[in-house]
Nanobody
């Protein structure tokens, strides 16, 4: 069973940047879709973005377009989330997840990491 491990979270001032990483313990295949989700206290888990592992095509939630960028290093089975111009509303526990098809619904992703916390101070 592949395990996903997120890292890179922390405390940042509004307007600052962070880069999150998601490392898979096993190989990711071109058919996989890797997603980033986030969950703030008292809120539902929401889609942030995703990348098709084979083609590298990316998708983003409207709320992060132009500020967040997803990339991958296929040889290292690692995905990244570069976040710039962070806002207080971006504060949440950020998760990466593996799915077999692109979807914005968390239920379509079967393997999840434990999450990494992002705190944005205003």
């Amino acid at each position: 069973q592949v395990q996903l491990t997120e890292s890179g979270g922390g405390l940042v001032q509004a307007g600052g940047s962070l880069r999150l990483s998601c490392a898979a313990s096993g190989r990711l295949y071109s058919s996989h879709v890797m997603g980033w989700f986030r969950q703030a206290p008292g809120k539902e888990r929401e889609f942030v973005g995703a990348i098709r592992w084979g083609t590298g095509r990316t998708y983003y939630a409207d709320s992060v377009k132009g500020r967040f960028t997803i990339s991958r290093t296929q040889a290292e089975d690692t995905m990244y989330l570069q976040m710039i111009n962070l806002k207080p509303e971006d504060a949440a526990l950020y998760y990466c997840a593996r799915g077999n098809s692109y979807d914005t619904s968390p239920t379509s992703y079967l393997i999840w990491g434990q999450g990494t916390q992002v705190i944005v101070s205003s």
